[in-house]
């Protein structure tokens, strides 16, 4: 069975631009988390989508937003990016309690 | 306040050196404790789920252990390849938290 995967891998952006990452989950799986992680913090929850509606959010600015689609897959967008963006961007699907990771997106922004 | 902390914060061991890992949360209402390993620049790695105070959860040379306060991640005769960030995580209500992580380097 084919993981989770994240497209792109690597991202360089420049301050005030936008991204959009992206995500497949594990085939079956209907919900998606997405994850910010950083030297600093750690592992920090951004929002957990399923079945196409959020249903958790971490505590974060409305710049980060995301969305799930259909067929399960799901994309995160962050606007206006600053330095302090710059961060592993995770994808993790479940079904029940367990998420299973994916390889995650390098952001850089300059 | 909920929380989730992880030592040691770093830990050397040399090859064949037994020892443990520990992950202490103070949640309400513990649906489940999570063990990741996480290498350098890519995404945690599942180990193992524990659901209930006294479960226990082997795989390799990892044992899992869970009581009401604390869960401890012990490594016996550990190898060079089972240096990796070590990430504990508690699921409880709607919450999915991660622990800071053990950075365990295993010495040949």
């Known amino acids: 069975k084919a993981g989770v995967t994240q497209t792109p891998r690597y991202l360089i952006k420049t301050r005030g631009q936008q991204v959009t990452l992206s995500c497949s989950p594990i085939?079956?799986?209907?919900?998606v988390s997405w994850y910010q992680q950083t030297p600093g913090q750690g592992l920090q929850f951004l929002f957990e989508?399923?079945?196409?509606?959020?249903?958790n959010k971490g505590n974060f600015p409305g710049r980060f937003s995301g969305r799930q689609f259909s067929n399960s897959r799901s994309e995160m967008n962050v606007s206006t990016l600053e330095l302090g963006d710059s961060a592993l961007y995770l994808c993790?699907?479940?079904?029940?309690?367990?998420?299973?990771f994916g390889p995650g997106t390098r952001l850089t922004v300059l | 306040e909920d929380q989730v902390t992880q030592s040691p914060e770093a830990l050397r061991l040399q090859e064949g050196e037994s020892s443990s890992l520990n992950c202490s949360y103070t949640?309400?209402?513990?649906?489940?404790l999570f063990w990741y390993r996480q290498d350098p620049g890519k995404g945690p790695e599942f180990l193992f789920t524990?659901?209930?105070a006294g479960e226990e959860k082997e795989k390799e040379r990892l044992k899992a252990t869970l009581t009401k306060k604390e869960s401890f991640l012990h490594i016996t005769a550990p190898k060079p390849e089972d240096s990796a960030t070590y990430l504990c995580?508690?699921?409880?209500?709607?919450?999915?938290?991660f622990g800071p992580g053990t950075r365990l380097s295993v010495l040949p």
């Open positions: 993790a699907s479940s079904i029940g309690d367990t998420q299973y």
């Open positions: 085939s079956g799986h209907r919900s």
């Open positions: 989508y399923f079945s196409e509606t959020q249903r």
């Open positions: 949640v309400s209402g513990l649906r489940g």
């Open positions: 524990l659901y209930s």
């Open positions: 995580a508690v699921n409880y209500g709607q919450n999915f938290v």
